[in-house]
């Protein structure tokens, strides 16, 4: 009678157990950790801050006020929009801003790379470019889609490092504008999708993220290119955006600090990355901190709280605000004021022209 009885309830347990799996998938499950730790949430940077990594596609024509509030709030004293576009486009941005808020932003001009193989087409484009910065851009924004998607006119794949584009980044280097580029995605979107890839539920969710090495080359040609390309052009600066897709290996990433001086990073979209490894990041941001600038990359003005308890607490294992792109907890750096001043203003500073430092305190 007493083995029948335990045999049921066992039954009745696996049951219930089943009938909650049927009601919830991996997907879903988000756990509030029972973990109870000091917290310091912070909303306002310490210090003003520039993010040099923003998208702002209407600024020709937006209403520039409703974005310094937000900014106010942040204690954001300087956006960088890296979506000015080209010629009439950047004489309407920069008009806007000059009308409106002539201090709080910059706009970095764009390249249409569609005619490269034309005769003449490296020498116009960095025609263009002068001419851009002329009319108010002071940087370079280069999209992923050089290097993955952008084609010549023969319809083959563009290298980074393709020298028919060498005018254009020699132009830049002369006109003292740094150039923000982004090439290829995080690695694990080219590894297989299965049990062992941790980005899996956002390939899960994102599935035209995916890649592989023919669609359209394998990651480690596209990093070789990109870091070819810098080595090739020594006099100009270039910041490479996400941390240039080493923030989950910075001994490699410290390395080709090292070996290319003209480079420096910037964080946006990869806090995850820095926040799950305190203390070699917090190591890596001593030795590099003249060359590492904020980036955020989308404009979620609640998100960046995340980037400033990373920054500027030692908070232990706290959520990030986007479980697709990262599952684990972060912990806080809690870097010293010197080094959160040169990462949130001082580098920007030094490297992108024509931020007025009226703004900033020392």
Known sequence: MKRSLILFLIAGCCSCYAQSNEKMD???????????????????????FIDVHNHQFNMPTMDLGVLIKEMDMLNMKVMVNLSGQSGNSIERSAKNIKDNFPKRFIVFANVNFSKVGEEGWGEQAAKQLEEDVKNGANGLKIYKSLGMSSKDISGKRIPVDDPRLDPVWKKAGELKIPVLIHTADPKSFWDPMDEKNERWLELATHDRRKRNDTDPAPWQQLMDEQHRMFRKHPNTIFINAHFGWYPNDLDKLGTLMDEIPNMYVEFGAVIAEIG???????????????????????????????????????????PYHKKYHAFWAMYGMGLPDPILKKVY????????????????PD
Not at 26 to 48: D, G, I, M, N, Q
Not at 346 to 353: E, F, G, M, V, Y
């Open 26 to 48: 991996f997907e879903k499950y988000s756990p509030t950790s029972t973990l109870v730790v000091p917290e310091h949430k912070v909303a306002r940077a310490k210090f003003p």
């Open 276 to 318: 799950r490894q305190p203390r070699a990041a917090k190591k890596f941001f001593e030795k590099y901190q003249d060359r590492i600038l904020f980036g955020k990359d989308s404009w979620v003005p609640e998100e960046y709280a995340t980037y400033f308890r990373v920054l500027e607490t030692e908070d232990e294992y706290f």
């Open 345 to 360: 203003y001082k580098n920007a500073l030094r490297i992108i022209p024509n931020i007025d430092k009226s703004l900033f």
